[in-house]
């Protein structure tokens, strides 16, 4: 009786690892999917959420060369630049708000600037206010 009922409780042991271990796993999957779906770029969620920018311009950089893109390309990408907040402009540059600055504590915004050069991208980065 003492074997059958250690068996038992080893048995009932064994079950709640076995679970523990696929909640965890299924967690880091939609853990995952969720970052995945959040900080992927498309022109939609570009245009439709200024404030989310952040999240996916670093998968629109690592997609898209900017250098060498006429301005025509650019406003089929990234829509009309932001250039009447006031920020950044200049001569030949298109300027997008991205939304807060990214990290714990946000009080600034930030731009992604594009200078142009003859009608192409000649320069990108991005910056803060």
């Keep these: 009786m003492d074997v059958e009922r250690e068996m038992r409780k080893a048995k009932r042991i064994n079950d709640i690892a076995v679970g523990m271990f696929a909640a965890v796993v299924l967690a880091i999957i939609i853990a995952g999917v969720v970052y995945y779906h959040t900080h992927t770029f498309s022109t939609s969620k570009w245009l439709n959420d200024p404030e989310g920018r952040t999240a996916i311009v670093d998968d629109l950089l690592a997609k898209h060369?900017?250098?060498g893109m006429t301005e025509e390309e650019v406003a089929a990408l990234l829509g009309e630049p932001n250039n009447d907040y006031g920020y950044f402009n200049a001569d030949d540059r298109y300027?997008?708000?991205?939304?807060?600055?990214?990290?714990?504590?946000?009080?600034?915004?930030?731009?992604?600037?594009?200078?142009?050069?003859?009608?192409?991208v000649s320069n990108s980065y991005i910056t803060t206010d």
Aim: charged share 25%; net charge negative; no cysteine.
């Design 65 to 67: 060369e900017f250098a």
């Design 95 to 120: 300027v997008y708000y991205m939304g807060p600055e990214r990290g714990l504590i946000s009080i600034d915004s930030e731009w992604l600037i594009l200078d142009f050069t003859d009608g192409v």
